[in-house]
């Protein structure tokens, strides 16, 4: 029989689609051996290596018109993958096929493509090369290849994983320069997942401080090294030269930065006084961004794929390298920055007029922390900046109030490290009215922006979260119910609809419980040009215009702008781009890069709530043993998760642990009943747990419920024992061999297979 390599050979070289019979003629195949050829071929399909038509078979330059790809980085804000079979034994290099946007049901926004993910994809050969259309993202095979090196009692290296939802540790058949105890990165040594892994980067000790975000970085595929020019054109772009003649001049105007004590980029700054009509004017200064960083640059390919900087409790992966994002394009304290200002009158009832949009050169009075701000509001008498941007806050908040947006509780959590890396505190971010300024200034501002570019028939990045879909509103409809509550469907579903279900429960944990169904039923937000409203904020059309420093999405909105309201600069000297607007590509493509920042924001989202969590892991690893108050967070058929009350953390309880009574599971309820006693756990409850373990490398916390009397519930049974984990059998020996292994695929080799008798 000739091999797959000498069958892809022949079909490649054939003048015409070879088929079966072209093959079989080939090769001089005759009777039984044409059935394992149909077989091959039939395997070959599956692969993805040739095309799965029974008639022909082509290779169509090594892609097949379906077949599996794997990303293997982004570029300029689209996913690059290669075909996942590609061999490399072949001669020529794998095609590169551009992915488009992956459709998820029912409208979803599907999490973001990351390097290492495996699509089924539908492909096609363009003028402009090779393009594919995803149909189903596939399970990774590189999930969990990022580990620790661990030895077993014979000496064999093993990696057991860092992330917690893989449970098994992997064969490492080459270890290069590890040694055991680090972290490192791995993959596949074959396609077999019993064909063990390699390791193909060391990253070093895993609890070393900052070990946590690297671990996020590589599990989520965040770009975090510029491209070689990158560097070298931030440099040139920060020494261009502002024009006093085409930018309004406020550098006699006392705006100040309200941020982060510990912030490194200021995007925006603010300034109000009274209109004397019991109104305000007002100003909202946002970092020029577009200035510097110009379509079709290095810098802006750059920044486009990666979308958006990601902050981690020890360090920030930028958007923009740092001579930019935390120098020249920083709002600084007396320093002359370029911005991009939003002029808007505030009416003594709150609302907001929109007067005009202009480039200017700002000073900034004073950079001022949150807290700091609050306080000097608090002492009594503050500064004039303090005191009228407060009063023009009060009526944006009256307007909001009236506007009824949804209000949720939800804490954030805040870790805090020493000067050494190490966790000083976690605790959770208080909420001051100092936030609340800023925010309710910087939401006129994105409306401001959404509707100048409408009044100007320019294309919009939309800032888009859509009304609850029918079924989950029925979901929370049937979940109220089991708490005797209704919930009419025939009315209008409003913001304000789920805030007077909030306030009408006096109980403290049935609202937590309820706020939590609230949360369930709301859709993620996305950018798209086309506009859906924002749901949440109760608003009619909303773009991000505040943070271009940070977000593209705002860069673009910016850009925009720039080019509806004719605000473009002087051609700068050197080899930067001419213009500073949205080029022809931007505004022809401008679906597809709001689909591609929307999944990079999915992605840094990801990560920092991974490393937050393995940091609280790490937080509490110290404390097994001790009992926390917890809320319960979710419920499943094989379990409960539950959050400790201050500091967060979610950590499973599984339902073997809570005792011999069988408890079934009530989807609709969100709860675990027991059949005997109708003891139940549910959604909101608050109830002390004592935390049983805590692994820093994987962020996973496992809590043991307690009875009356405070003592650890007796688990019903035993588990039986897992494939090799971490460490090997309880002799230290590794994974047990034998006829009853059980990482073997297949029935165990004592169990012979008995076939149906023939009559």
């Not at 797959?4 to 070879?18: C, G, H, N, R």
């Not at 075909?83 to 973001?112: F, H, Q, V």
């Not at 208080?430 to 009044?455: C, P, Q, T």
């Not at 040009?529 to 705002?554: C, E, K, Q, V």
Request: with cysteine.
């Amino acid at each position: 029989m000739p091999s797959k390599k000498q069958i892809l050979e022949f079909i490649q070289t054939s003048d015409t689609p070879a088929g079966k019979r072209e093959i079989a003629r080939a090769f001089g195949l005759k009777g039984q051996e044409k059935i394992t050829l149909k077989r091959i071929l039939k395997d070959m399909a599956e692969e993805g290596l040739i095309d799965g038509k029974k008639a022909a078979y082509h290779r169509m330059g090594g892609v097949p018109k379906v077949t599996v790809l794997r990303v293997v980085e982004i570029e300029d804000g689209e996913a690059i993958a290669i075909p996942d079979n590609w061999s490399p034994e072949a001669p020529e290099k794998p095609p590169r096929l551009t992915l488009r946007e992956l459709k998820g049901r029912g409208g979803k926004r599907p999490p973001a493509l990351k390097r290492g993910d495996r699509v089924l994809s539908r492909t096609e050969e363009t003028e402009a090369g090779w393009i594919a259309f995803p149909m189903k993202k596939l399970p990774p095979r590189t999930e969990g290849l990022m580990g620790v090196v661990e030895m077993d009692g014979g000496g064999k290296p093993w990696l057991a994983p860092v992330d917690k939802r893989v449970r098994d540790s992997a064969r490492i058949v080459d270890l290069g320069e590890a040694e055991e105890g680090q972290l490192v990165i791995a993959e596949r040594a074959g396609r077999s997942e019993r064909a063990g892994v390699k390791v193909i980067e060391v990253v070093g000790d895993p609890l070393a401080p900052k070990s946590f975000s690297l671990i996020a970085i590589a599990k989520h595929g965040i770009p975090h090294v510029f491209q070689e020019g990158v560097h070298e054109e931030a440099a040139r772009a920060a020494n261009l030269k502002l024009s006093e003649s085409k930018r309004e001049d406020l550098r006699d105007v006392p705006i100040v930065a309200i941020d982060p004590a510990d912030a490194r980029d200021h995007d925006d700054a603010i300034w109000a006084e009274p209109d004397g009509k019991g109104g305000y004017n007002a100003l909202i200064a946002i970092a020029d961004v577009s200035f510097y960083v110009r379509p079709g640059s290095a810098l802006d390919k750059e920044a486009r794929k990666r979308g958006n900087s990601v902050y981690f409790p020890d360090r920030v992966v930028p958007m923009l390298p740092e001579v930019l994002s935390a120098e020249v394009c920083s709002l600084r304290e007396n320093e002359d920055r370029a911005a991009m200002v939003c002029h808007v009158h505030i009416n003594n009832s709150g609302q907001v007029e929109t007067k005009r949009f202009t480039r200017a050169i700002v000073r900034i009075h004073h950079n001022i922390a949150y807290e700091d701000a609050q306080a000097t509001v608090d002492a009594g008498d503050p500064p004039d900046y303090l005191t009228h941007l407060w009063g023009a806050w009060k009526l944006l908040a009256s307007a909001r109030e009236k506007r009824d947006p949804l209000e949720l509780e939800l804490p954030e959590r805040r870790v805090v490290l020493n000067e050494e890396g190490q966790i000083a505190e976690i605790a959770v971010r208080e909420r001051l009215d100092a936030h609340r300024v800023v925010e309710d200034f910087m939401i006129a501002a994105n409306v401001a922006a959404a509707k100048a570019l409408e009044a100007k028939n320019s294309p919009v990045v939309y800032r888009n979260h859509e009304v609850p879909a029918r079924e989950k509103m029925i979901a929370l409809r049937d979940y109220m119910a089991t708490l005797g509550k209704k919930l009419a469907l025939g009315q209008v579903i409003t913001p304000g609809l789920f805030n007077k279900l909030l306030k009408n429960i006096e109980d403290e944990a049935d609202k937590a419980q309820l706020m939590e169904a609230v949360l369930r039923t709301q859709t993620q937000a996305y950018y798209g040009p086309d506009n859906t409203g924002h749901f949440g904020l109760a608003l009619g059309s909303y773009a991000h215009f505040t943070s271009p420093i940070r977000r593209y999405s705002d860069l673009l909105v910016h850009r925009a702008l720039v080019d509806a309201y004719k605000l473009e600069q002087p051609k700068p000297l050197g080899s930067l781009p001419d213009t500073s607007g949205l080029s022809d590509k931007d505004r022809s493509n401008i679906k597809e890069i709001s689909d591609t920042i929307s999944r990079t924001e999915r992605r840094a989202m990801e990560a920092e709530r991974d490393t937050i969590d393995r940091y609280v892991a790490a937080w509490l690893s110290d404390r097994v043993g001790q009992k926390f108050d917890t809320r319960i967070t979710g419920v499943q058929s094989f379990g409960f998760f539950a959050t400790i009350l201050g500091l967060g953390g979610d950590g499973l309880v599984p339902v073997s642990t809570l005792g011999s009574e069988h408890f079934r599971y009530e989807e609709t309820a969100q709860a675990l009943v027991g059949e005997d006693s109708g003891t139940t756990y549910k959604a909101g409850d608050r109830l002390k747990l004592q935390l049983a373990e805590a692994n820093a490398l994987t962020g996973a916390l496992k809590f043991a419920p307690l009875d009356s009397d405070g003592n650890v519930i007796e688990p019903r049974g035993r588990r039986p024992a897992p494939r090799y984990k971490r460490g090997g059998d309880t002799r230290g020996n590794g994974p047990k061999k034998g006829k009853h292994q059980t990482n073997k695929r297949g029935r165990p080799g004592n169990i012979r297979h008995q076939g149906r008798k023939k009559r």
